[in-house]
């Protein structure tokens, strides 16, 4: 019922909350150091996840496969499903590291102001050779959520975005003993925030209680099938989650033309929608792991 929902729903909330936490913060910090800095991190920010959110699409789907082994109750199959979305995560984060090095003709294309284009393509450099950490977090953070421990994903993301609010503060500004970066600062703390939260995913799930009873160590070879079926599955959701990411950012593209005042603003009232709406995002995690639960028990009328 309800309860079952707001239960397993509530921490995902919050947990899907501290990215816009992270992202209002970074835009914060960037408005009171420079108009063109705060300007350029939403085109070149919001063209570097439309490259990134297909793999992280795919390799999420693996929660689904989590979800419905658990309701069966097949533990090897749980960590078997996981690890390959650790191998589609490695390799798609080495995969998008060549865009990084289009930056530049990408942001030309664009036609934004001479300025924001050399601020643009800093961003969108750090972000996309950084991109792969993020996709490592969905693939692993996949072993808790579908099987409803979704505190322990809230717990690993609060860190993360604590991290990553201190980092923009320090890099940014050249406070706390670290050099000042400007907007190059801003995209270096989200990527080392990135890393520390997936590995603190990994760790959590090649060195828990629950390695001996999951033979997560055991289940850790490549299994084709099984690798297939994500692909088959979890590519549809990743290319459906490109394609809406894709309209949004080709507007903020459009909307760099105008100018930096009309561009920033814009950026800013972006932030603050993301208060509204992300949040939404835990509860539709937490209704696709009831129905992969509830699936995997053989229960369909409760899915």
Not at 173 to 190: D, H, K, Q
Not at 228 to 251: E, K, N, Q, V, Y
Not at 255 to 276: D, M, S
């Amino acid at each position: 019922g309800y309860g079952e929902v707001l239960a397993l729903a509530g921490p995902l909330v919050l947990s899907t909350g501290t990215m816009t936490v992270q992202q209002f913060v970074n835009r914060m910090f960037l408005s009171w150091y420079s108009q063109d800095a705060l300007a350029a991190s939403l085109p070149a920010g919001a063209l570097s996840f439309t490259l990134l959110c297909f793999f992280i699409g795919t390799a999420s789907y693996a929660n689904t496969f989590v979800a419905q082994y658990h309701g069966s109750k097949q533990p090897r199959r749980i960590a078997a499903s996981v690890w390959q979305a650790i191998y589609l995560s490695v390799g798609a984060g080495v995969l998008v590291i060549p865009f990084a090095f289009l930056s530049g003709p990408l942001f030309n294309l664009a036609g934004h102001a001479t300025e924001l284009r050399e601020l643009e393509s800093v961003y969108f450099r750090i972000l996309v050779f950084g991109g792969g950490f993020g996709i490592l977090s969905s693939a692993v953070s996949s072993f808790f959520t579908g099987r409803g421990l979704t505190r322990t994903v809230m717990l690993v993301n609060v860190a993360a975005t604590l991290v990553n609010c201190v980092l923009d503060y320090g890099m940014i500004f050249g406070r706390l003993g670290m050099p000042e970066m400007g907007i190059a600062g801003a995209a270096w703390a989200s990527v080392i925030a990135s890393a520390i939260g997936a590995a603190a995913f990994l760790w959590l799930f090649l060195f828990g209680d629950h390695a001996a009873e999951f033979g997560v160590w055991q289940a850790r070879g490549l299994d084709r099938d099984l690798m297939a079926r994500l692909l088959r599955f979890g590519t549809p959701s990743g290319l459906h989650f490109m394609l809406d990411i894709l309209g949004w950012s080709l507007f903020i593209l459009l909307v760099g033309r105008l100018g930096v005042t009309e561009l920033g603003a814009t950026n800013l009232a972006f932030q603050v929608n993301g208060i509204v709406f992300m949040p939404m995002i835990g509860f539709a995690v937490a209704t696709s792991t009831l129905v992969g639960q509830r699936l995997g028990e053989n229960r369909p009328l409760l899915a």
